[in-house]
């Protein structure tokens, strides 16, 4: 197994310390064939050396990408269609240039086309929904979550992301992580590879460490929380996560791909690398510049298909060793 930490948190530091970054204890897990994980809640530190991720050579996941749902527990229809239309709106058609226009989704995504091989075009497949729960409400090992996107199917192409609902124990859901990307083989010989992701809805168990910030951290100063763009405080930080996690999934599927160091198992990724950033001027405990709705108050930095407004992380950048920021 390997392991790979980041996380978006707002942690509890003064501005003195503007000129430190915000860097995530990575943890191990026991589970095998498991990759990157969130780890939001256990922050440090450090000085600000340049960010670099090696690209260590290993396949990516670059050209039609497939990207099926699996809602294990009871989400509602609108808590669907937020997912749903963040994953349609990753590789959508440029909209016909306006003044001033926000940026899109699909701008944030096409960071990770400056990566070896020229990026993945996303699809929406299939929506699988386990309202009963089929292995129970938890909590669900890390292999639990293989073997649920395992029966989902795969297929050279795709990749399945399984999402638990608020009230679904993952262990260690918030304890050490709010979602991991993974990898695993199949097909009949079993040699085929796929990839997978995880991540879960944050509102009842973790709002403070994994909807960050769209809900106040549980330690540090208490400033007030943002309003999430499409009104959900779980649906919102979830999205965050997956987010994240699918843009480690395509530029590092199978633990040989970018990652920092050498160490495959402590290596952030390209949205791990931008832990607690999604708007320029970010410091730790400030999210930097966002966009503000006028009707709603909430904060976003990226549009999505029909209008629906996202706040997503900042990505590594591998043209320039900085962190990408939409705003």
Known sequence: MQSMGGGRRKPAYPPLLLRFVLAVVVLSAAAPRCAAFINPRMLFLVKPDPIVLRDHGGALLTGNLTVNLL????????QRAVVA????????PAPAPAPAAPPSVASWWRTTSLYRGGGARVALGRQILDERMSLGRGPLSPGDVAALA??????RGAVTAVLTA???A???FCVSRCGAHGRGRGGAH????YAYLWAGDPARQCPGQCAWPFHQPPHGPQAPPLVPPNGDVGADGMVISLAALLAGTVTNPYGDGYYQGDDAGAGLEAATACAGVFGSGAYPGYPGKLLTDP???ASYNAVGLG???YLLPALWDPTTSQCKTLV
């Open 190 to 193: 079993g040699r085929a590879r």
């Open 295 to 297: 009707a709603t108050g």
């Open 85 to 92: 239309d963040f994953v349609r709106s990753l590789s959508a």
């Open 307 to 309: 209008g629906r407004k």
């Open 166 to 168: 608020a009230d679904v």
């Open 170 to 172: 993952v262990a260690p």
């Open 150 to 155: 395992r029966a989902a199917g795969h297929h």
């Open 71 to 78: 809602f294990y527990g009871r989400f509602t229809p609108a």
